[in-house]
C-alpha cells in the first residue's frame, strides 16, 4: 500500500499535484489524523489543511476531488471557505463536517454537497467519499 499523504508545504515546496486527492480541512489534529488514516486504509490520496486559509491556497494549487471541510475553524470558518471557493470558482464536491454548529439544511444550503455529523464512524465517511470522489485509485 502506498501512502500519499501531503501537506501544504509539500504542495508548494515539491510541486506535487493534489489532482484526484481528498483535502481534509479540520484545525483538530485528532479528528485530521482518524480522517486521514482511515481513507489512507482505503488508499486515498489525502491532503491535509489546518484552516480555511490553507485550504483555499491548496485549491488554488490543483483542484481536489473533493474537500471534507470542517465548519468551525479558526481564521476563516467552513461557510465563508466554502463561500470562498464558489466565488473563485470551485465546483467540486464540499461535504461539511460539524459537531453541531450547523444543520444538514443549512449546510445544503449554503451549498455543501453533504453533511457529516460529528462524530461519524467510518462506515458513513467512507461511503459519502465514495459517492462523490468515487473509488480509491
Known amino acids: 500500500m502506498i501512502r500519499r499523504v501531503f501537506s501544504f508545504q509539500a504542495v ?7 489532482a484526484g486527492l481528498i483535502l481534509v480541512v479540520d484545525d483538530d489534529p485528532g479528528t485530521r489524523g482518524w480522517v486521514r488514516a482511515a481513507l489512507e486504509l482505503e488508499d486515498y490520496a489525502v491532503a491535509i489543511a489546518v484552516d480555511g486559509d490553507e485550504a ?5 494549487a490543483a483542484e481536489p476531488a473533493l474537500i471534507l471541510l ?17 466565488e473563485h470558482g470551485f465546483l467540486g ?28 464512524d467510518i462506515d ?14
Open 12 to 18: 508548494f515546496t515539491r510541486g506535487l499535484s493534489l
Open 56 to 60: 483555499l491556497a491548496l485549491v488554488r
Open 70 to 86: 470542517d465548519v468551525r475553524l479558526p481564521v476563516r470558518s467552513g461557510a465563508e471557505t466554502l463561500a470562498t471557493l464558489r
Open 93 to 120: 464536491p464540499v461535504v461539511f463536517m460539524s459537531a453541531g454548529t450547523i444543520s444538514e439544511a443549512e449546510a445544503l444550503t449554503r451549498g455543501a454537497a453533504a453533511y457529516l455529523p460529528k462524530p461519524f
Open 124 to 137: 458513513c465517511l467512507l461511503a459519502v467519499v465514495a459517492q462523490f470522489a468515487g473509488p480509491a485509485a
